[in-house]
């Protein structure tokens, strides 16, 4: 790809990226599965139409000995769930126009 493809890419649907369905890090159980009654709305009248998979990748040692594994399935299916699925966010990262709740704080008011 040509330098930067990427990344011109990414600042066009950053804002995109602020639905997130399904978050994995280091750590964290190999497997996510979702109640059957519940699942993401696609297409039709609702505003996403599609996902986007971000992967980032730490190598700081560069190994070449290491192998990926990673992958996620998505099933689509034309019944609708009873409950639509979604994540609560209180970060700027994964989504800039978020809450960001300011450390320390007793309490913290929204009008």
């Not at 964290?28 to 993401?40: L, S």
């Not at 039709?44 to 990926?68: L, Q």
């Not at 609708?80 to 700027?92: A, E, I, V």
């Amino acid at each position: 790809m040509p330098d930067g493809l990427c990344d011109d890419i990414y600042a066009q649907i950053q804002l995109c990226t602020t639905n997130i369905a399904s978050i994995w890090a280091v750590g964290g159980d190999n497997i996510e599965e979702f109640a059957e009654e519940a699942g993401y709305p696609v297409g039709g009248d609702f505003p996403v139409k599609y996902y986007v998979i971000e992967m980032p990748y730490d190598n700081a040692k560069r190994a070449s000995n290491r192998t990926d594994s990673s992958g996620i399935r998505f099933y689509i299916s034309n019944e609708l769930r009873q409950h639509d699925l979604g994540y609560l966010s209180f970060c700027t990262y994964a989504n800039p126009a978020a809450l960001a709740i300011p450390p320390r704080v007793d309490r913290f008011s929204i009008d």
